[in-house]
């Protein structure tokens, strides 16, 4: 019994080793950090609250964030900031979500925009930390790259406006794609260029060139594109793709189940995003997703699922089919309705429709210990108010009250979909 204990023990103590080593890589900051780091210095930043679950989920991963970049050399320095304390700090980084990630480097600040996992996270730190602009000076290297990211642009030629344009692109949009410069001499000797200086952008196993006459402003042209044009979705990236114009083809799968008929509904909207890219794809993304929690607040109720549905990210809106839809078909025919305007439009940001959707989110009212506290005497008609579902699956943790709600109480209420999420504490 003894040994039996001994050795229940010494598991434990294994347990705790990664998070105790983790937690030496990890500095606590303060209301100081900014006057006495060294601008030079590139920071991995956390903000979070003690009540928050996200970021105690988050917490774990963090350490392992430290312990793995320390043991790479990384000239990265990761810290964390408890926001309800230091107060100062966060206003100075205009923290508005928990947990709130950020990189600080030349004192300029980017915010982390993708899921809560230790890939995502490691590969925005490799992004960020190195050159806007990195160059590839081998087949090799470029080879290299285009193997380990699903989308890359590639500026090609001498010194001219069009780098200046890229460059200029790279610092907004970095936190989300690799931008790369090469020689014509390395790309593959399919690449057809006509004329230099040229940007292209790989994705899906090919590439397009951007032409400023037909394609517009170089930064809003990647926005467009810098998504694969089908792949699994989740509610951070969806969330995030309302910035590139396009209209989205969804697949809603249920989640670790896939029977027949979910695989035909993915199958069949990858096959019109393969063979059917040249006709819609300027239009459209494609994808799937196995979790329909995002879509469940877009609609206000809960989706069917397996289902094919189009989302309208830039305003909240979305598209059903008017019929059932089996052959492939029937799905050009609904996208075609889709653009024509002869399919309904539901949903949207009209002030009807947020009306609706306050109304909803009231009715969706959840009180649980990490959200809710005891409340203070000084607050006693806080309890006439109603506090709506906190948070959408997949989205950048809860957002919070709106400003004419009353200042008190640890309370979060979901703002319409389309709208940048804030945080009250």
């Avoid at 494609?286 to 305003?315: C, H, K, Q, R, T």
């Amino acid at each position: 019994m003894a040994a039996q204990r001994s050795s229940v023990l010494l598991a434990g103590l294994l347990l705790l080793v990664p998070v105790l080593l983790g937690s030496a890589f990890v500095e606590e900051l303060d209301d100081t950090f900014m006057e006495t780091t060294d601008p030079e210095e590139i920071w991995l930043i956390q903000f979070y609250a003690p009540w928050c679950s996200f970021c105690k989920q988050l917490d774990p991963v963090w350490h392992q964030i430290g312990s793995e970049l320390r043991s790479l050399g990384s000239p990265v320095r990761v810290g964390k900031s408890d926001a309800t304390v230091n107060t100062g700090l966060a206003k100075e980084f205009k923290i508005r979500n928990y947990p709130a990630i950020l990189m600080l480097k030349n004192n300029v600040k980017f915010n982390y925009p993708g899921s809560r996992t230790k890939e995502s996270i490691m590969d925005f730190i490799d992004r960020v930390s190195g050159p806007l602009v990195r160059s590839l000076s081998s087949t090799r290297l470029f080879q290299h790259a285009i193997s380990h990211h699903d989308v890359l642009v590639v500026y090609v030629g001498a010194t001219s406006e069009l780098k200046g344009n890229l460059t200029a692109a790279a610092e907004e949009l970095i936190v989300h794609t690799y931008f790369f410069s090469a020689s014509r001499e390395i790309l593959p000797q399919e690449v057809t260029l006509t004329s230099l200086p040229a940007v292209l952008l790989f994705k899906d196993g090919t590439y397009f060139i951007y032409d400023e006459e037909q394609d517009g402003d170089l930064k809003s042209w990647i926005k467009r594109e810098r998504f694969p044009n089908f792949f699994l979705i989740d509610g951070y990236t969806l969330y995030a793709m309302g910035e590139s114009g396009k209209l989205v083809l969804l697949a809603l799968l249920e989640e670790r189940h896939l029977c027949e008929e979910n695989l035909r509904y993915k199958h069949l909207v990858e096959k019109v995003a393969t063979e059917h890219k040249d006709t819609y794809g300027r239009k459209f993304y494609f994808g799937f997703m196995e979790d329909s929690g995002y879509i469940d607040g877009l609609i206000m109720g809960e989706a069917l699922v397996p289902s094919l549905m189009v989302v309208n990210l830039s305003n909240d809106g979305y598209f059903l089919p008017p019929a059932p839809i089996e052959t492939e078909l029937q799905l050009l025919d609904f996208l075609d309705g889709v653009l024509d305007g002869s399919v309904e439009a539901l949903g949207g940001n009209c002030f009807t429709q947020r009306v609706r959707r306050f109304l909803y989110e009231t009715r969706m009212t959840l009180m649980v210990s990490d959200i809710i506290n005891p409340l203070p005497a000084s607050c006693p008609s806080l309890c006439s108010w109603p506090v709506s579902l906190a948070g959408v699956q997949g989205c950048p943790g809860a957002w919070l009250l709106p400003d004419w709600l009353p200042a008190c109480g640890r309370l979060r209420l979901l703002l319409p979909l389309h709208q940048e999420p804030t945080w009250f504490c």
